[in-house]
């Protein structure tokens, strides 16, 4: 004899009613009812970090869940982009030219290089994110969102333990190696190779510090069962492409903070650069003596940003900060750089 079909329960129903609000698009209407704070995270998430709707049931979640899910798309936002970029096939493309025409080049430093020519441009901030780049129509990466693409170019092709890297005011990409040591990628602190001779090409930055140079390791558990580590170069002369520029008992070090792989760039830094650009904007109506020609081109881009997308004026990182609980482990560069 053949089984009827359950009759509906009120868990079966809230399950049903569960599932399809993950898949409902929220409305205006219901996001601006929300409370001022979580209503601007999501504005800002929405217009700036991710492609993803925001769905009714994001609108329920406590802050944790909330952040981690936002997380979670700005990370796929991210990889989304490395295809749509086109850059993905220049990756496939130099892979299977090293395949006809083996080099002795490793390949993580042939796809720095790589993107490295990528990244040039005259824009700063409008190079920030991918929803900048596609509203302003430019091309180029700054050093957040082109060691973002490198790191997810490095993981597509096989390669492991590589993370973003954050020191104080730079975005670079850290491959640790077997023996130990630990190899910088920079791909827009860019240099000139082979200067006049045919083999002249564009490059990043690359070097290679060993496990002694290697100090105060520490590891940071993080939101979302993730690790991450900091840790201080030290070397005895200056590097100053490298950041290594800091005096100390007759060295000079570096502060670095290594995310977890599984993250490009963490949402409180965009946030945080974004809170940057408003703060830019600003400055550009203000009254500087002493400005320079540089500060004044990268406030006056900072305000067209602004003009562009007015839902920066609304994003207020201090209180989103202090609300979300953002930022965390990042601070302990400041302090240790101060």
Same mark, same amino acid.
């Given at each position: 004899?053949?089984?009827?079909?359950?009759?509906?329960?009120?868990?079966?129903?809230?399950?049903?009613?569960?599932?399809?609000?993950?898949?409902?698009?929220?409305?205006?209407?219901?996001?601006?009812? %929300?409370? /001022?704070?979580?209503?601007?995270?999501?504005?800002?998430?929405?217009?700036?970090?991710?492609?993803?709707?925001?769905?009714?049931?994001?609108? *329920?979640?406590?802050?944790?869940? !909330?952040?981690?899910?936002?997380?979670?798309?700005?990370?796929?936002?991210?990889?989304?982009?490395?295809? $749509?970029? &086109?850059?993905? $096939?220049?990756?496939?493309?130099?892979?299977?030219?090293?395949?006809?025409?083996?080099?002795?080049?490793?390949?993580?430093?042939?796809?720095?290089?790589?993107?490295?020519?990528?990244?040039?441009?005259?824009?700063?901030?409008?190079?920030?994110?991918?929803? !900048? %780049?596609?509203?302003?129509?430019?091309?180029?990466?700054?050093?957040?969102?082109?060691?973002?693409?490198?790191?997810?170019?490095?993981?597509?092709?096989?390669? $492991?333990?590589?993370?973003?890297? %954050?020191?104080? &005011?730079?975005?670079?990409?850290?491959? @640790?190696?077997? =023996?130990?040591?630990?190899?910088?990628?920079?791909?827009?602190? !860019?240099?000139?190779?082979?200067? #006049?001779?045919?083999?002249?090409?564009?490059?990043?930055?690359?070097?290679?510090?060993?496990?002694?140079?290697?100090? /105060?390791?520490?590891?940071?558990? @993080?939101?979302? /069962?993730?690790?991450?580590?900091?840790?201080?170069?030290? =070397?005895?002369?200056?590097?100053?492409? #490298? #950041?290594? *520029?800091?005096?100390?008992?007759?060295?000079?070090?570096?502060?670095?903070?290594?995310? =977890?792989?599984?993250?490009?760039?963490?949402?409180?830094?965009?946030?945080? /650069?974004?809170?940057?650009?408003?703060?830019?904007?600003?400055?550009? *109506?203000?009254?500087?003596?002493?400005?320079?020609?540089?500060?004044?081109?990268?406030?006056?881009?900072?305000? *067209?940003?602004?003009?562009?997308?007015?839902?920066?004026?609304?994003?207020?990182?201090?209180?989103?900060?202090?609300?979300?609980?953002?930022?965390? #482990?990042?601070?302990?560069?400041?302090? $240790?750089?101060?």
């Amino acid at each position: 004899m053949e089984q009827a079909d359950p009759e509906p329960t009120q868990h079966m129903a809230k399950n049903t009613s569960h599932n399809r609000d993950k898949t409902t698009k929220a409305t205006s209407e219901q996001i601006d009812s %929300l409370p /001022n704070a979580t209503k601007m995270l999501l504005h800002a998430a929405q217009t700036f970090l991710m492609d993803d709707p925001i769905t009714r049931d994001m609108l *329920t979640m406590n802050h944790s869940d !909330l952040i981690e899910e936002l997380q979670q798309r700005f990370q796929r936002h991210l990889e989304r982009y490395y295809e $749509q970029s &086109g850059l993905q $096939q220049k990756v496939i493309d130099l892979c299977s030219e090293r395949t006809r025409n083996p080099t002795e080049e490793p390949l993580d430093e042939a796809i720095c290089h790589l993107i490295a020519q990528n990244s040039q441009d005259d824009g700063t901030w409008m190079l920030e994110l991918p929803a !900048l %780049l596609k509203t302003f129509h430019k091309k180029g990466y700054n050093c957040t969102l082109g060691s973002a693409l490198l790191q997810t170019a490095l993981q597509e092709v096989g390669i $492991q333990h590589v993370h973003t890297v %954050l020191r104080t &005011g730079h975005y670079i990409v850290l491959h @640790e190696l077997n =023996d130990g040591s630990i190899k910088i990628l920079d791909p827009t602190s !860019l240099m000139t190779t082979n200067k #006049g001779t045919p083999k002249e090409r564009l490059v990043g930055y690359v070097r290679t510090f060993s496990p002694s140079q290697i100090i /105060n390791r520490r590891e940071i558990a @993080e939101p979302g /069962n993730r690790r991450s580590f900091s840790f201080t170069v030290q =070397d005895d002369k200056p590097d100053h492409i #490298g #950041g290594i *520029t800091h005096e100390c008992k007759g060295h000079y070090e570096e502060h670095f903070y290594a995310n =977890d792989p599984s993250i490009k760039i963490d949402i409180s830094i965009a946030l945080e /650069n974004l809170s940057e650009i408003k703060d830019d904007a600003k400055r550009a *109506t203000d009254e500087h003596s002493d400005q320079t020609p540089e500060l004044t081109e990268k406030y006056l881009e900072a305000k *067209t940003i602004c003009e562009r997308s007015p839902q920066l004026y609304d994003l207020d990182f201090a209180m989103l900060k202090r609300h979300f609980k953002l930022m965390h #482990g990042y601070d302990q560069i400041r302090s $240790q750089a101060s």
